[in-house]
Structures are given as C-alpha cells and as structure tokens.
C-alpha cells in the first residue's frame, strides 16, 4: 500500500477555521524543554495505566456510538478515574475525529485496554491498571495543565510505572501532551499513541508512538487485533527503549483503508461555501451544546 508523509495539522486547521469564519488563529502550545523520566523497572514488571480523551456513553446525551455526529452534549469537563473491569464503553463522539474514514465502531482503535491486558497475560508488561484515566479535551492549556494535575494525583495512588495517552482530536494531541509533560515532570513515564505528529511535536513529549493514520485510531487499525496488539507492544516497548525526550518512533503498519484519506480531515478547499456555512453552523451548535453541559 501507498505510505505518505505525515499530515500536518496545524496549518490544515488553521485555514479551515479561518474559512468558517473565526478569528485569530489559535496558539497551539509549545514546550522548550521536555522533561524525561526513565522506566524505573523492566518491562516484564510495569504496571502500566491508560489515559483516555474518549468520554463514557451518556444516558440523555443523544447519538454517541459509531458513525455519530459531533455531539458536544456527549462531553465531559474533569478528569476521572474508572474502572476497567468491566471493559468501559466509551466513544468519541464529542470531539472532531476524521469521521469521513474511520467510523469510531471499534473503541480498541482508540483504546488500549484490551491489547495491553494481552501483554500483561503474555508477561510482556506486569500489569494494566485497575482504573483508567480520562482527560478533558480543552483548548485552555492553563485548564488542561490543571486537569494534569490529577492525573499524577490518580498514578501515584494506583503505584503506576507508566503511563500510556491516546488522544483522538488535534487538541486531544495537544491536551495529552501537556499531561505528558506534567507527568514525566512528577517522574511518571509517559508513551503517547497519536495520529497528529506535527501537534504532539510542538508541544514536546517525551516519547511518541506515531501511527499514520485518520485520526480517532491512535491505538492501532479498527477491527484488527493483531495490529491493535502490535501496536501496544511498540507503545510499551518505547517506555522502556527511549533514552531522551522528543523520542519519537513511526509505527510501521499502513493504515487499510482509502490511500488519500489524508486530503479529506477539514479542508476548506474541498467545500463549496455552502458547505462552510453548515460546517460553521455545526460548530457553533456544538459549542452550545457543550456549554449547557458544563453549566450544569
């Protein structure tokens, strides 16, 4: 299959924003010094956590499941900490995922729990968490600094040696990389599993599991647990090999689906302005949507 040079994002959101309408162009975050916390332990002994942008179904919330659309009622505003047993239902209906590739019907695309509860049983990690982790997206870095906070406050009362992140969004990429700063700055090491090289790049993160495909799949392909397990293999491994921050290594596995998907995520060349003027309406909508949310 045909591979192609990651897509950067930055400049791609930018234009369509500014051809909706809005304003000045947003300031993605920027770190000049990343900090680096060693694996304390082998691999083999890890207790490993999951943090999540995905949000758990809602009663009342509307459509949340495969193929549903942006739904700002669907999300959430602090972070958490849940049980994995059972296996949560979660989805990214809440948050601008690449909905013209990839349907979300596969929550193991985006997250990890299952593949990692694989390598602990194979004995190549110690243990998955008994809670997950889930973060706010949110374009506020200084909120998003503060939500870190109780991240470290949840790995340290689950004794965690790592920390896996899997954003779905372009600002999920930049939320999860400011938590990973803040946790490897707490000395929790940190892996992210994104799909938005250019955003987690800026912001500067210790290590980065690249996978080059649509985003909401930072976990590995939908409907392929051999290549979901392949994937959270690579992530843990990174844990352990990486040396320096900035470290960051591409997955090799192609994504299965429409070669040029990349031309697709939000790009205003593509619409007509009609298009734009629903695009814009849907934003808006769903910014009143989630504003209703958080007042309550």
């Known amino acids: 299959m045909t591979t192609h040079p990651p897509l950067d994002y930055i400049p791609r959101i930018r234009a369509y924003y500014q051809a909706l ?20 332990t082998s691999l083999g002994a890890a207790r490993i956590g999951i943090v999540t942008t995905a949000a758990p179904i809602k009663a009342g919330a509307g459509e949340q499941g495969a193929g549903a659309p942006y739904n700002g009622a669907a999300k959430f505003f602090e972070p958490f900490a849940a049980t994995v047993d059972p296996e949560p239902v979660l989805g990214i209906s809440h948050i601008a995922y690449d909905r013209v590739h990839t349907t979300a019907a596969d929550q193991r695309s985006y997250f990890p729990l299952q593949a990692l509860q694989k390598l602990a049983a194979a004995g190549e990690i110690g243990a998955v968490a008994q809670r997950f982790y889930g973060l706010p997206t949110n374009r506020s870095q200084s909120r998003t600094r503060a939500d870190a906070e109780a991240l470290v406050g949840f790995a340290q009362e689950d004794a965690l040696d790592g920390v896996v992140l899997v954003p779905n969004c372009p600002v999920c990429h930049q939320s999860v990389s400011i938590a990973a700063h803040t946790l490897e700055a707490a000395g929790v090491p940190t892996v992210v599993m994104g799909c938005a090289r250019d955003i987690v790049e800026r912001v ?38 990486a040396t320096a921050p900035r470290t960051t290594r591409q997955s090799p596995i192609v994504w299965s689906g429409e070669a040029d998907w990349q031309k697709d995520y939000s790009n205003p060349d593509l619409l007509s302005a009609a298009e734009i003027a629903a695009k814009r309406a849907e934003f808006d909508r769903v910014k009143e949507q989630a504003k209703a949310v958080k007042a309550k």
């Not at 309408?21 to 304390?40: M, Q, R, S």
């Not at 210790?206 to 649509?214: D, I, V």
Request: charge should be negative; hydrophobic fraction near 45%; charged fraction near 15%.
């Open 21 to 40: 309408g809005y304003g000045a162009p947003y300031e993605w975050a920027v770190h000049e010094t990343v900090p680096f916390t060693p694996l304390a």
């Open 204 to 241: 500067g993160v210790p290590r980065l599991l690249f996978c080059n495909f649509p985003l909401g799949n930072g976990a590995g392909l939908p409907d392929n647990p051999d290549a979901q397990l392949e994937t959270a293999r690579m992530a843990v491994q990174l844990l352990a090999d």
